[in-house]
């Protein structure tokens, strides 16, 4: 850690920014608290304030929520007034302008959850899983006004394991974000944290996930087919249509070995067997178990069990 604390404001709002702002209050002197506004949630569409923003209400540090930030005036002055040597950012969700990033002594600090510049944008975590990679990271990174595209200041690597879904994930990398912050402002007290240019050749991105990036897509591999079953598993989660019907995945495996297609000329989509452990369905290449499925209106059940409820049988296809 620093050997002197330094002041921090801290913007972040959602569960994965709690670890970083609760080693920040442990270690730092963290002056503010910024979260987005409290907006309804759930299904009752309960008004609900970000998690960043409960918590800094339960350390009793100072929050602030504003609606913008760009020509802000009232805010940018109370970030000078706070006289803070940093910032830091946590899955805030919101660009700043390019006037904010030059208040606190040090400018922003941002922690993201991929190596950069792999995986620039909202979604680096779900689009690292769907993909197949088979590691990650986190990148402590200064802020600029693009998107994620400031120097590398600190990079640690974690690997993705087979069992890893985006909330796993997530849980993860929030732990390793927090430790590598500390890691960083260290450095950066001592004068020594580096400073690397991104490669901007080798940048790819990680829009917000939509409702139809759950699609199941059977012409797909197998392994694919999982893969962005684990991305997608916080949400929207993975889905297919049959008769009409949107129906949700629970739990999906690889049947076998993820090149293995009993008959190649099924097509994908298409119910290969209804046994005890769920559905096997043929992929682009191999196949895919369907272990537990909901359908609308109804609780998870044995993808066998809504199978046979449905006359769901070899050679049936789903959509």
Same mark, same amino acid.
């Given at each position: 850690?620093?050997?002197?604390?330094?002041?921090?404001?801290?913007?972040?709002?959602?569960?994965?920014?709690?670890?970083?702002?609760?080693?920040?209050?442990?270690?730092?002197?963290?002056?503010?608290?910024?979260?987005?506004?409290? $907006?309804?949630?759930? $299904?009752?569409?309960?008004?609900?304030?970000?998690?960043?923003?409960?918590?800094?209400?339960?350390?009793?540090?100072?929050?602030? !929520?504003?609606?913008?930030?760009?020509?802000?005036?009232?805010?940018?002055?109370?970030?000078?007034?706070?006289?803070?040597?940093?910032?830091?950012?946590?899955?805030?969700?919101?660009?700043?302008?390019?006037?904010?990033? !030059?208040?606190?002594?040090?400018?922003?600090?941002?922690?993201?959850?991929?190596? @950069?510049?792999?995986?620039?944008?909202?979604?680096?975590? !779900?689009?690292?899983?769907?993909?197949?990679?088979?590691?990650?990271?986190?990148?402590?990174?200064?802020?600029?006004?693009?998107?994620?595209?400031?120097?590398?200041?600190?990079?640690?690597? @974690?690997?993705?394991?087979?069992?890893?879904?985006?909330?796993? @994930?997530?849980?993860?990398?929030?732990?390793?974000?927090?430790?590598?912050?500390?890691?960083?402002?260290?450095?950066?007290?001592?004068?020594?944290?580096?400073?690397?240019?991104?490669?901007?050749?080798?940048?790819?991105?990680?829009?917000?996930?939509?409702?139809?990036?759950?699609?199941? $897509?059977?012409?797909?591999?197998?392994?694919?087919?999982?893969?962005?079953?684990?991305?997608?598993?916080?949400?929207?989660?993975?889905?297919?249509?049959?008769?009409?019907?949107?129906?949700?995945?629970?739990?999906?495996?690889?049947?076998?070995?993820?090149?293995?297609?009993?008959?190649?000329?099924?097509?994908?989509?298409?119910?290969?067997?209804?046994?005890?452990?769920?559905?096997?369905?043929?992929?682009?290449?191999?196949?895919?178990?369907?272990?537990?499925?909901?359908?609308?209106?109804?609780?998870?059940?044995?993808?066998?069990?809504?199978?046979?409820?449905?006359?769901?049988?070899?050679?049936?296809?789903?959509?």
């Amino acid at each position: 850690m620093s050997p002197q604390p330094l002041r921090v404001a801290f913007f972040g709002s959602p569960e994965f920014a709690l670890p970083v702002l609760n080693a920040l209050h442990n270690h730092h002197d963290v002056r503010l608290v910024v979260t987005q506004p409290d $907006r309804p949630a759930g $299904r009752g569409m309960a008004v609900r304030a970000p998690a960043a923003a409960r918590r800094a209400r339960e350390l009793d540090i100072r929050l602030e !929520q504003p609606t913008r930030l760009k020509g802000n005036e009232p805010f940018h002055a109370l970030l000078r007034e706070l006289d803070v040597d940093v910032a830091v950012t946590a899955a805030y969700g919101r660009i700043l302008p390019a006037s904010l990033l !030059q208040v606190p002594r040090h400018g922003f600090l941002n922690v993201h959850a991929s190596l @950069l510049p792999k995986y620039r944008g909202a979604a680096p975590v !779900q689009w690292a899983l769907i993909e197949g990679e088979a590691e990650t990271g986190v990148t402590i990174m200064q802020t600029d006004v693009g998107l994620d595209t400031g120097p590398v200041r600190l990079q640690r690597r @974690l690997p993705i394991e087979p069992a890893d879904d985006a909330g796993s @994930l997530l849980e993860k990398l929030s732990a390793l974000g927090a430790e590598t912050l500390l890691e960083a402002l260290s450095l950066l007290g001592e004068g020594t944290l580096p400073l690397a240019p991104q490669d901007d050749a080798a940048a790819t991105l990680a829009p917000p996930l939509k409702a139809e990036d759950g699609w199941i $897509r059977w012409h797909e591999p197998a392994q694919r087919v999982v893969d962005r079953h684990r991305g997608v598993a916080a949400w929207p989660g993975s889905s297919f249509e049959f008769q009409g019907q949107r129906v949700k995945v629970e739990a999906l495996m690889l049947a076998g070995p993820a090149d293995a297609n009993a008959d190649a000329s099924v097509e994908p989509g298409t119910v290969l067997s209804s046994e005890p452990a769920g559905v096997v369905v043929a992929a682009g290449a191999g196949s895919v178990l369907l272990q537990s499925v909901k359908p609308p209106g109804k609780r998870a059940m044995n993808a066998r069990d809504w199978a046979n409820g449905r006359g769901v049988k070899r050679g049936v296809r789903l959509g």
